[in-house]
Every structure is written in C-alpha cells, then in structure tokens.
Nanobody
Framework: VQLQAFGGGLVQPGGSLRLSCAAS????????MGWYRQAAGKQRELVAT???????KYAGSVKGRFTISRDNAKNTAYLQMNSLKAEDTAVYYC??????????????WGQGTQVTVSS
C-alpha cells in the first residue's frame, strides 16, 4: 500500500494550489484521510481530515481558505488551498487509514510535498 502526494510548488501570497493524495496497492477500503503540514523548525500539525462518509474537520488557521475532498472511486484525497499566506509554507503530508485486501489496517503516510508561499 502506498500514498503519493502531488501538487506542491511556489505560489504568491493570495494565490491557490491544489494538492492530491493517491493511494495505491491492495486496497480493500479507506477510512479517514487527512492532510498535515510541517514548517521548518516546527512540529507536524493537522490541516484537515475527511471521513469516508465525507465529514470534514479543519485547523482554525485554514478554515474558510482550504477545502478537503475525496474521490472514493479513485482512492484519492484533495486539498484545495486558496488565499495562501506566507505562514502556510510547509511540507504537506497526506495520511490515510487503509484496509488491505488481507484485512489489515495501516496508518499510511505519503512522502510529503513542499508548498512555498512567497512573493
């Protein structure tokens, strides 16, 4: 089972980016999916999560600017980031609770994608 994150890059303040997180492998089902971020010198923090039923939760710092969504048919989660600020600069990681075809559950992490907000 593997998670891959895509879509990071350099964007100006006020701009937008869309991150994608695709799960692959012997997947039976996926529970909650989420995005976390870690800025230089800081601890990893929760950005947003979404359950398999579509219920969402956001960190206060991104509420109203970021939107998490998922496509269960594609085993993919997305993070639409609007009105980006310099303080959003971080490595963004995706996370998912994945049940394999053998019945095991894994707390899986993607490799991280850099988001830099700078003029």
């Amino acid at each position: 089972v593997q998670l891959q994150a895509f879509g990071g890059g350099l964007v100006q303040p006020g701009g937008s980016l869309r991150l994608s997180c695709a799960a692959s492998g012997s997947i039976f089902s996926i529970g909650a999916m989420g995005w976390y971020r870690q800025a230089a010198g800081k601890q990893r923090e929760l950005v947003a999560t979404i359950t398999s039923a579509g219920s969402t939760k956001y960190a206060g710092s991104v509420k109203g600017r970021f939107t998490i969504s998922r496509d269960n048919a594609k085993n993919t989660a997305y993070l639409q980031m609007n009105s980006l600020k310099a303080e959003d600069t971080a490595v963004y990681y995706c996370n998912a609770d994945i049940r394999t075809t053998l019945g095991n559950w894994y707390d899986s992490w993607g490799q991280g994608t850099q988001v830099t907000v700078s003029s």
